[in-house]
C-alpha cells in the first residue's frame, strides 16, 4: 500500500546511455514533481505536473524529459547520460495546491542513479 | 523566485537538550512552511507544517514557529532523543504556485 513508489531503486549505467525511472502514487493527488538531491544533500525541484499537465520546468537540461501519461504516473526520462547526472532522483505528490486543501508532498523512496 | 536560506548546516545537540533550527525566506507571497525529515538513505518525510496565518504550531516534542514580518521560521525539538538524528528540511511554498522551495538541510547529530 505503499503511497508514491519509484522504480529502480538503484541504477547504475555508463554515460551517453539512456534511461528511465518510473514513479506512480496511488493517493488521488493532482500534482507530482521530481527533484534531484545531490551528493551535499540539497534538494532541487525539476519538473511538477499538475493533472498531466507541465506546470514547472526548472532550468534542467533538455535531456532531461518527464512524462505523465496519467495523474498518478510521472516518469522521468534522461538522455545521453553525463557524470554530472548521477544523484538521488525523488518523486513526489501532493494535492492540488491552487485548492488550498492541502500542500503536503508525499516524497517516493529515491532513485540512486550512479553514471560511471 | 523564492530562495530559503537554512542555519545551521550541522549541529550537534546532547541527548535529553533542545534543538533549535532556522529558515528565512524571501518571498513575502509565501504562506505554507512546512518541515521535513530525511533519515539516512531515506526519503525526505512530512513531520509538522505551518501555515501564513498561524504564528506557532505544536506537536508533542516538536514546534515550529514563524515571524512573517522578519521571513522567518524555526524549528524547535524538546528532549531530544537519538532517533531524532537527521538531516532536516525546511522548505517554502505559495498556494499559488505549484512549488515548494526547500532550504539547504540541517544535520542534527543527537550524543548519547
Known amino acids: 500500500d505503499t503511497a508514491v513508489s519509484q522504480t529502480p531503486k538503484y541504477l547504475v549505467t555508463q554515460m551517453g546511455n539512456d534511461k528511465s525511472i518510473k514513479c506512480e502514487q496511488n493517493?488521488?493527488?493532482?500534482?507530482m514533481y521530481w527533484y534531484k538531491q545531490d551528493s551535499k544533500k540539497f534538494l532541487k525541484i525539476m519538473f511538477s505536473?499538475?493533472?498531466?499537465?507541465?506546470?514547472i520546468n526548472e532550468t534542467v537540461p533538455n535531456r532531461f524529459s518527464p512524462k505523465s501519461p496519467d495523474k498518478a504516473h510521472l516518469n522521468l526520462h534522461i538522455n545521453s547520460l553525463e557524470l554530472g547526472d548521477s544523484a538521488v532522483y525523488f518523486c513526489?505528490?501532493?494535492?492540488?495546491?491552487?485548492?488550498?486543501?492541502?500542500?503536503?508532498?508525499?516524497f517516493g523512496q529515491g532513485t540512486r542513479l550512479t553514471v560511471v | 523566485g523564492e530562495n530559503v536560506e537554512q542555519h545551521p548546516s550541522t549541529l550537534s545537540v546532547q541527548e535529553g537538550d533542545s534543538a533549535v533550527i532556522k529558515c528565512t525566506y524571501s518571498d513575502s507571497a509565501s504562506n505554507y512552511f512546512p518541515w521535513y525529515k530525511q533519515e539516512l538513505g531515506k526519503r525526505p518525510q512530512l513531520i509538522i507544517d505551518i501555515r501564513s496565518n498561524v504564528g506557532e504550531k505544536k506537536d508533542q516534542r516538536i514546534a515550529v514557529t514563524l515571524n512573517k514580518t522578519a521571513k522567518h521560521f524555526s524549528l524547535h525539538i524538546t528532549e531530544t532523543q537519538p532517533e531524532d538524528s537527521a538531516v532536516y528540511f525546511c522548505?517554502?511554498?505559495?498556494?499559488?504556485?505549484?512549488?515548494?522551495?526547500f532550504g539547504t538541510g540541517t544535520r542534527l547529530t543527537i550524543i548519547p
Open positions: 513526489a505528490s501532493s494535492q492540488e495546491l491552487s485548492s488550498g486543501r492541502s500542500f503536503k508532498a508525499f
Open positions: 522548505a517554502a511554498a505559495n498556494f499559488g504556485n505549484e512549488k515548494l522551495t
Open positions: 493517493l488521488g493527488h493532482d500534482t
Open positions: 505536473y499538475n493533472n498531466k499537465e507541465l506546470i
